[in-house]
T-cell receptor, first 115, second 112 residues
């Protein structure tokens, strides 16, 4: 596609429910990132995928968070047993090769609200 | 660990005037990249400008320029001839390899 697409745009869920957030990166981009942006905060790194390599999961805050990337393209971030502190904007980004100087292309994010 | 600090939570500027947003970072590395990203209300982060640490010359992109002071670990963004469309959150970021660290952001308001 023309840009990074994320769905849903907004998600309201009840505490304890599981949620899945989807990211469609730019076609051909091998690197994919997930970030979390809490109100008034900067972006917090969650996970990084690069091609067929093992993902860097070092930013995932707890074992309730997981992510996968199927076929080197679409990625899904899953949050199990959601808590109120999980409320945030979840941003996905992709880049062509993952080179450090590359521009990251961001989606518009998913606003997650846990009631 | 690398950290990025933006000490100005909010800034305002009169249309057509110049404003400077501050950013400092902490690293023991010598080779890295620095970025400024803009986030309008649409939430989509947009790259404003980037700087390679091994380049002494400050990067410029039209009305946007940086003052990169490597020894001081400072990377400020100057916006000249501010326009209403410049109003947004601005994030400074440090990157080495795939690890990109962001500051907490500065909210820029442009007054007509």
């Amino acid at each position: 596609g023309a840009g990074v697409s994320q769905s849903p745009s907004n998600k309201v869920t009840e505490k304890g429910k599981d949620v899945e957030l989807r990211c469609d990166p730019i076609s051909g981009h091998t690197a994919l990132y997930w970030y979390r942006q809490s109100l008034g905060q900067g972006l917090e790194f969650l996970i990084y995928f690069q091609g067929n390599s093992a993902p860097d999961k070092s930013g995932l805050p707890s074992d309730r968070f997981s992510a996968e990337r199927t076929g080197g393209s679409v990625s899904t971030l899953t949050i199990q047993r959601t808590q109120q502190e999980d409320s945030a904007v979840y941003l996905c980004a992709s880049s062509s090769t993952g080179s450090p100087g590359e521009k990251l292309f961001f989606g518009s994010g998913t606003q997650l609200s846990v009631l | 660990a690398q950290t990025v600090t933006q000490s100005q939570p909010e800034m305002s500027v009169q249309e057509a005037e110049t404003v400077t947003l501050s950013c400092t970072y902490d690293t023991s590395e010598s080779d890295y990249y620095l970025f400024w990203y803009k986030q309008p209300p649409s939430r989509q982060m947009i790259l404003v400008i980037r700087q390679e640490a091994y380049k002494q010359q400050n990067a410029t992109e039209n009305r946007f320029s940086v003052n990169f002071q490597k020894a001081a670990k400072s990377f400020s963004l100057k916006i000249s001839d501010s326009q209403l469309g410049d109003a947004a959150m601005y994030f400074c970021a440090y990157r080495r390899e795939h690890d990109m660290r962001f500051g907490a952001g500065t909210r820029l308001t442009v007054k007509p």
